[in-house]
């Protein structure tokens, strides 16, 4: 199956016209060319294999709010150098460099908006800056997003997307793990629901905090989930892994992951949860 309403892509030679740029992508699942602007319109999703393309954080922003209702908060929030940390590269140059690839000041975008009519606080990781790492700045971020969600006792929502800690920044990135699971802890004693939907990947410290805390758990198909890569556990234990060992349905089997959602229906399943917690509060207080 092709990729419907759209062209072939132009051949490139003598006498033949090229193609624009960017307008053809490659799927890493089935390997098939695609029409970007298709894809684009199908939420960032194969039309023939279905797998998920990640996406920047904004783009999130536009596919899980109600349109126009998103405004960001703590956008100016920017990371230090506490430890002058310098490997191939300085630190202070690997964050312009990613500043510069994304138009974000850090690995994570948070704000408020509505889904289905329902207020949020939400926040989504930015792989495409550093590998969405988490280090001081994402942890604050979550924090203060934890606050603003007690304050207006509304849902909270984070879509994880991350390789883990960040390294250049080293104990006190490690430290936003027990700084935002604290944060958290605060958010359930409050009654406040929080959903976690993680997407390809999320691994690392973010999985060992807070992205494994929410009330409910959703996970997009296929999503690599774990602390560990595959190949570490391998090579450190010395023994064959099993089939989709760490991927979203493995997960799910063992009882980690409560849901797992296509991105075409997130919107819809954040409505009726949402839906469902409303309607809990007001029941709660009658």
Known sequence: MGVSNAEPPPQVGEGKAKAPKGIWIKCDG?????YKGEVERNNHVCPKCQRHFRIGSREWMRILLDPDTFQEMDARLQPLDPLGFVDSKAYPERVKAAKKD????????????????HPVVIGAMEFFFMGGSMASVVGEKITRAVERAITSRSPLILVSCTGG???????????????????????????IPYISLLADPTTGGVTASFSMLGDIII???????????????????????????????????????DLIVDRRQLREVL???LAFFAEGRVTGSQ
């Open 102 to 117: 994304t138009g974000l000041e850090d690995a994570i975008t948070t704000g408020v908006g509505t889904i289905g009519a």
């Open 271 to 273: 409505t009726k949860l």
């Open 30 to 34: 089935c390997k098939d060319i695609l």
């Open 165 to 191: 800690a960040r390294m250049q920044e080293g104990v006190l990135s490690l430290m936003q793990m027990a700084k935002t699971s604290a944060a958290l802890a605060r958010l359930g004693r409050a009654g």
């Open 219 to 257: 996970a997009e198909p296929k999503a690599l989930i774990g602390f560990a890569g595959p190949r570490v556990i391998q090579d450190t234990i010395r023994q064959a892994l099993p089939a989709g060992f760490q991927r979203a349905e493995f997960v799910q089997a063992h009882g980690f992951v």
